[in-house]
């Protein structure tokens, strides 16, 4: 199917300055929230697909991860990215939402389900974060370069650029999907400016299991429906970690699909198991 990336959008909310991306303006609201090391490419072809069907669609990108642009000092944590996407959803969708979580946009969307009065309708998790399954092996070196006094050196384009490859190749079935496009942005995103690079590292020190694993015991009482899709093929966050949040979600129904971790680059299985779910097409 085709998989042509909307126009970036951005919308100021405080002191930020939020890239998103948007495809479908009518219908039921749905927000996508990426994780490590995507932005909101991620999700060209669900986007599409669920545009298509009707839905109104979002891809906010979060503050390090992206072209979203911020104030250094600002919380980069997943409690800080959290606060953050829901003042974008009180000032672009305003409206009641089906929140879909992906790898760390998974972490940020569980605490987002754990806020007093949230706008949610549904959620989705797809092979995500959850108590203290991350930082994985493979990005702990990132985290000990953020942290050198000469991260400015380590950063580069080119060893953003081999991460990039390296990562994405690992958590994907096909690795045709891999485009220069999509590398180029994804490097841009990350590492384009000194300003990006600068929340990058941030970003970066920031990854702590904290606030999952203080959410974990909140989402018992998130009475909404609930979707858990996983793919089998995943070497980041496996099978088991949907499993432990099948055990303590109250209204979760878990299904499976083929792929990698970053499964949305590669198929629309995540779109399709949505509208299954909550519209039964």
Known sequence: METKLAERQWTTVGDCRIAYRQWGKEGKAIVLLHGLPTNSALWARVGLRLSAQGYRVYAPEMLGLGYTEG???????????????????????????????????????????????????????????????WPVEGVKPLIGGAYHKNYAQIFTPEFTLDFLRKGLSAGLLDRGVITDDLLEDLCQGLVGTTQRQEHFVRFLRAMDNEYTQSASPQLTKFERETLLVWARSDPFQPLSVGERLREVLPNATWGLIDGGHFHPLESVGLADAILRWDCGS
């Not at 104030?71 to 939402?97: I, N």
């Not at 992906?102 to 974060?129: F, R, W, Y």
């Open 71 to 133: 104030p250094e000092d600002y919380d980069h944590s997943l409690r800080g990215q959290a606060q953050l996407l829901s003042r974008f959803v009180s000032a672009v969708v305003r409206d009641e939402y089906v929140l879909v979580g992906h790898d760390l946009g998974g972490g940020v969307a569980q605490i987002m389900m754990t806020e007093p009065s949230t706008p949610i309708d549904k959620a989705v998790l797809t092979n995500c974060v959850a108590f203290d399954s």
